[in-house]
């Protein structure tokens, strides 16, 4: 009887130990868990406020995005106007620079007189060309003589010889012969006459020369008469070198010598024959 009912009652105990036991394990399993379920809990919301913060990092830093690009769009804009006014600023500057050398070029070509040295200089040039093609005639290319405007708007001649090895050597007009002078003084009268004739259209059918042929020898003599023969031959268009294309009579005024010497070289020779103080003339 008791014995029996203590072993079953010990029996009771033992197994509700064990219940107990097993119970503790399980609420000490729960409470770990619990624990660790808290701290998970607890990560996850520090993750949370995290990814908040993320992403009000985010939305500020697209906001700044969003204000950066239209400040980048504002400065882009700047830049290209602040090029285009450096181009344009460019241009500008090319322009006066072009201008300031037209400016100058203009200064240097007209001078203190302006238009009336410009046109002056330009006249001397051209005289100076229309000249030389007579004075290289005269003197079987031998003479070169060179018109120029100064400073002060006076002209200057300049005489060249040509040497023995072909080159040019300037001369003083002074130290000229007599027959070289004269070549250049008559080469100048005609080279006027085409001056003229080219630039304002003033063309003459007479040519008078007084004494043209003073100083030159019989071989310049020639020469005189050989260019005033060919002046009247242009009228048929046989020659082009000059612009007395008009010219149909020359008068020459020439001592006994040298129109005996040009007597092949003119169509007639009247002659002024003075007598007792009395001129009269023999009409060839």
């Given amino acids: 009887g008791l014995a029996e009912k203590e072993r079953a009652w010990s029996d009771k105990m033992k197994a509700a130990e064990l219940a107990l036991k097993s119970s503790r394990d399980d609420f000490a399993t729960l409470s770990n868990d619990l624990q660790k379920a808290e701290q998970a809990y607890r990560e996850a919301s520090v993750l949370e406020s995290t990814e908040n913060?993320?992403?009000?990092?985010?939305?500020s830093l697209e906001n700044d995005s969003i204000s950066s690009a239209a400040a980048y769009d504002a400065l882009a804009h700047d830049v290209r106007q602040m090029e285009d006014v450096i181009r344009q600023l460019g241009e500008d500057r090319a322009n006066a620079e072009q201008s300031s050398r037209t400016l100058v070029r203009l200064a240097e070509v007209f001078g203190p007189r302006g238009v009336q040295s410009f046109v002056l200089q330009n006249a001397v040039q051209a005289l100076s060309s229309f000249s030389q093609v007579y004075l290289d005639l005269l003197s079987d290319d031998t003479l070169k003589l060179e018109l120029a405007l100064d400073t002060g708007d006076r002209i200057s001649r300049t005489a060249y010889i040509r040497s023995p090895d072909g080159s040019w050597v300037d001369r003083p007009l002074s130290s000229l012969s007599g027959g070289q002078w004269r070549r250049c003084s008559l080469a100048l009268s005609l080279g006027f006459t085409d001056l003229v004739a080219n630039q304002r259209n003033i063309r003459?059918?007479?040519?008078?020369?007084?004494?043209?042929?003073?100083?030159?020898?019989?071989?310049?003599?020639?020469?005189?008469?050989?260019i005033l023969r060919r002046l009247l031959q242009k009228t048929d268009g046989s020659d082009t070198e000059t612009a007395n294309n008009k010219l149909t009579t020359i008068i020459m005024i020439l001592q006994d010598l040298a129109a005996e010497e040009l007597e092949e070289s003119f169509d007639s020779i009247d002659v002024v024959i003075r007598d007792d103080g009395i001129s009269r003339v023999v009409v060839d």
């Fill in 53 to 59: 913060a993320a992403k009000t990092e985010i939305n």
């Fill in 204 to 226: 003459s059918s007479l040519l008078v020369l007084d004494e043209p042929l003073t100083h030159l020898d019989a071989t310049g003599r020639a020469q005189v008469g050989k």
